[in-house]
């Protein structure tokens, strides 16, 4: 099983729009190395759920249920790809930026290297610190 983190401002889809919608195609994905990370996802891999741009932190969990297919957002260029994701929980307390950025293991994170991928791998004992920390 693979970890990955998808990010989305809260203000266009956050977590409730999520959950209330039950299923998402994560679509419109535009970045090369993002639509990579689209591609490996693997059904049953694990996806951290963070909220962008407006207090910037991981709230929830989901998991891969469906793996990459052609963008329907993207009909005439078929290098696009697009995943389904379903929402397993929300974390009982926001992991909020300023918290992943002050600790030693989590700043190494893809998510400080390189802030504007919207697709991310998670190395394992990222994710687990995550889950920890939002408990």
Do not use: C
Not at 29 to 41: F, K, P, T
Not at 109 to 119: D, E, F, G, P
């Amino acid at each position: 099983m693979n970890f990955w983190l998808v990010k989305s401002e809260p203000d266009k889809y956050g977590w409730d729009h999520f959950t209330a919608q039950g299923r998402a195609v994560w679509d419109g994905v535009r970045n090369y190395q993002a639509r990579n990370n689209l591609s490996a996802m693997k059904l049953g891999d694990q996806v951290l759920f963070y909220h962008s741009v407006t207090k910037p932190g991981v709230v929830g969990l989901a998991t891969v249920v469906r793996e990459a297919y052609p963008d329907p957002t993207s009909p005439d260029d078929p290098r696009w790809v697009v995943v389904e994701l379903e929402p397993v929980m929300k974390l009982a307390k926001p992991v909020m930026l300023s918290q992943i950025r002050a600790d030693l293991l989590l700043g190494r994170m893809a998510l400080i290297k390189q802030s504007r991928l919207s697709v991310m791998p998670v190395r394992p004992d990222e994710f687990e610190l995550i889950l920890q920390l939002g408990q």
